[in-house]
């Protein structure tokens, strides 16, 4: 097994499936093939200003799950998830963000993703 090739074409595959979406000049979406718990795919949100990036759900995410906002249990456990996953966690809005370099910024779309599909499970 060439295990070079292997991560070459895993790479290339996962380029092909990975969308960007602009929304305006300083805004765009990130899409993938992944699938939360429900069959949905996750996203996130990145907006640039002053050099910096702040990746973000918007608030989907508890929203999503928590529409009322009438489970307490759900939004203090998803906060925990949150802040553990290295995420900042706006508990007025419901909003989860981190802001980032751009060299900090794939790892961060990444670990947004992971973490929209990990609460899925709880929700």
């Given at each position: 097994m060439d295990l070079k090739?292997?991560?070459q074409d895993y790479l290339d595959w996962e380029a092909k499936h990975t969308v960007f979406y602009p929304w305006s000049e300083t805004v765009f979406e990130v899409e993938n093939d992944l699938?939360?718990?429900y069959g949905r795919k996750p996203f996130v949100l990145v907006e640039e200003?002053?050099?910096?990036?702040t990746v973000t759900d918007d608030g989907y995410l508890l929203f999503k799950y928590n529409p009322l906002e009438d489970n307490d249990d759900l939004n203090e456990y998803a906060a925990g998830m949150v802040i553990d996953a290295g995420f900042d966690f706006d508990q007025e809005h419901g909003v989860i963000s981190r802001e980032v370099s751009?060299?900090?910024l794939p790892a961060a779309i990444n670990g947004l993703m992971q973490l929209e599909i990990m609460m899925s499970y709880i929700a």
């Amino acid at each position: 097994m060439d295990l070079k090739q292997l991560k070459q074409d895993y790479l290339d595959w996962e380029a092909k499936h990975t969308v960007f979406y602009p929304w305006s000049e300083t805004v765009f979406e990130v899409e993938n093939d992944l699938v939360d718990a429900y069959g949905r795919k996750p996203f996130v949100l990145v907006e640039e200003g002053g050099g910096r990036y702040t990746v973000t759900d918007d608030g989907y995410l508890l929203f999503k799950y928590n529409p009322l906002e009438d489970n307490d249990d759900l939004n203090e456990y998803a906060a925990g998830m949150v802040i553990d996953a290295g995420f900042d966690f706006d508990q007025e809005h419901g909003v989860i963000s981190r802001e980032v370099s751009q060299a900090a910024l794939p790892a961060a779309i990444n670990g947004l993703m992971q973490l929209e599909i990990m609460m899925s499970y709880i929700a």
